[in-house]
C-alpha cells in the first residue's frame, strides 16, 4: 500500500518519501523554513513535536538547522507522567535528539512537572506554558494505530472534555485505560489552531490507520486523528 492509494481530503497535501530517512530530512527542510520565515515577523516562534518512535531522524536533522533557536520555544503536545530517566519519557527524547547541535539554545517548556500525577501537576504545567505564545507556530503530531494522536486516546475518559471545541483549558490530563501511564496533553483548540500542521507517519500499519480514518471521518472520538485530517495538514508519510 502507498500514500497514493487513499484518497486524501481536498487540501492535505501528501508529502511522503521512499525512504524514513528522506522523509526526515524533508519535514526538518519544510519545519526549518517555516520557523525561520516566522521568526523573521516575530520575536518569538514555537515548535510542538510529538514523541514515540517516528521524530528521532527528523530530530536529529532539525537540531542541526541554522536558526536563531534562542527565540524558539519547543515544547512537546503530549507527555507520559514519567520521570526523565524512563525510555518512555517523551522528555528525555526530545532533550537527547533535538536540543542538541544548534537547537541547543532553544527554550524547553515542559510537559512533565512535579506531581504524582499528570492531574496533581496540571497547574505548574500550566505554569510553565502560561507565557506560551498562542497560535502555535508549528505543530507535528503523530498518530498511533488506535488513531490517538497527542495523548488523545480513544479510550481516555478525559477525551471528550479535551476535545471540546470550547475547551477553555490548553492541557489536559489523560488516563488512558489501554496505556501503562499516565498523560499530559495539549488539547484540541491550540492544536487545531496551529498556524502549520504536518503529520509525520512511518509504516504500512499507519497507512491502513490511516485509511480506517478517512473512511469516517466525522467520528472524532473513535479516532481523534480524523479532527486533523483537514485542508492544509500536510503529512510525511514513509514506509
Ligand atoms: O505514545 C505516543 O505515540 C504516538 C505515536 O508514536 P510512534 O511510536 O508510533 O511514533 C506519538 O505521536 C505520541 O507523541 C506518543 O506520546
Redesign the pocket.
Same mark, same amino acid.
Given at each position: 500500500m502507498k500514500m497514493s492509494d487513499l484518497r486524501l481530503p481536498e487540501g492535505v497535501v501528501d508529502r511522503s518519501g521512499s525512504t524514513a530517512n528522506d522523509v526526515a530530512l524533508a519535514l526538518a527542510d519544510a519545519v526549518a523554513g517555516v520557523l525561520e520565515a516566522r521568526l523573521r515577523e516575530a520575536p518569538r516562534a514555537s515548535l510542538v513535536?510529538?514523541?514515540?518512535? =517516528?521524530?528521532l531522524p527528523f530530530f536529529q536533522a532539525l537540531s542541526g538547522k541554522a536558526l536563531d533557536w534562542s527565540r524558539v520555544d519547543v515544547l512537546?503536545?503530549?507527555?507520559?507522567w514519567v520521570t526523565e530517566d524512563s525510555d518512555a519519557s517523551?522528555t528525555r527524547l526530545v532533550r537527547e535528539n533535538l536540543l542538541q547541535n544548534n537547537a541547543a539554545s532553544a527554550r524547553f517548556l515542559s510537559l512533565k512537572q512535579p506531581g504524582a500525577t499528570p492531574a496533581a501537576g496540571l497547574e505548574r504545567v500550566r505554569a510553565e506554558l502560561a507565557d506560551l505564545g498562542l497560535p502555535i507556530d508549528v505543530l507535528i503530531?503523530?498518530?498511533?494505530?488506535d488513531g490517538?494522536?497527542?495523548?488523545l486516546f480513544p479510550d481516555a475518559p478525559e477525551l471528550e472534555a479535551a476535545m471540546d471545541p470550547q475547551c477553555q483549558d490548553i492541557v489536559a490530563a489523560t488516563t488512558p485505560a489501554s496505556?501503562p501511564q499516565k498523560?499530559i =496533553?495539549l488539547t484540541w483548540p491550540p492544536l487545531r489552531d496551529a498556524r502549520f500542521t504536518a503529520l509525520?507517519?512511518?509504516?504500512e500499519d499507519?497507512l491502513h490507520t490511516l485509511e480506517k480514518a478517512l473512511s469516517d471521518p466525522d467520528q472524532v472520538l473513535e479516532m481523534p486523528i480524523r479532527a486533523f485530517l483537514k485542508p492544509g495538514l500536510q503529512v510525511f508519510w514513509s514506509p
Amino acid at each position: 500500500m502507498k500514500m497514493s492509494d487513499l484518497r486524501l481530503p481536498e487540501g492535505v497535501v501528501d508529502r511522503s518519501g521512499s525512504t524514513a530517512n528522506d522523509v526526515a530530512l524533508a519535514l526538518a527542510d519544510a519545519v526549518a523554513g517555516v520557523l525561520e520565515a516566522r521568526l523573521r515577523e516575530a520575536p518569538r516562534a514555537s515548535l510542538v513535536v510529538s514523541g514515540g518512535s =517516528t521524530p528521532l531522524p527528523f530530530f536529529q536533522a532539525l537540531s542541526g538547522k541554522a536558526l536563531d533557536w534562542s527565540r524558539v520555544d519547543v515544547l512537546l503536545a503530549d507527555e507520559r507522567w514519567v520521570t526523565e530517566d524512563s525510555d518512555a519519557s517523551n522528555t528525555r527524547l526530545v532533550r537527547e535528539n533535538l536540543l542538541q547541535n544548534n537547537a541547543a539554545s532553544a527554550r524547553f517548556l515542559s510537559l512533565k512537572q512535579p506531581g504524582a500525577t499528570p492531574a496533581a501537576g496540571l497547574e505548574r504545567v500550566r505554569a510553565e506554558l502560561a507565557d506560551l505564545g498562542l497560535p502555535i507556530d508549528v505543530l507535528i503530531l503523530g498518530m498511533g494505530n488506535d488513531g490517538h494522536t497527542a495523548s488523545l486516546f480513544p479510550d481516555a475518559p478525559e477525551l471528550e472534555a479535551a476535545m471540546d471545541p470550547q475547551c477553555q483549558d490548553i492541557v489536559a490530563a489523560t488516563t488512558p485505560a489501554s496505556q501503562p501511564q499516565k498523560r499530559i =496533553t495539549l488539547t484540541w483548540p491550540p492544536l487545531r489552531d496551529a498556524r502549520f500542521t504536518a503529520l509525520h507517519l512511518k509504516g504500512e500499519d499507519k497507512l491502513h490507520t490511516l485509511e480506517k480514518a478517512l473512511s469516517d471521518p466525522d467520528q472524532v472520538l473513535e479516532m481523534p486523528i480524523r479532527a486533523f485530517l483537514k485542508p492544509g495538514l500536510q503529512v510525511f508519510w514513509s514506509p
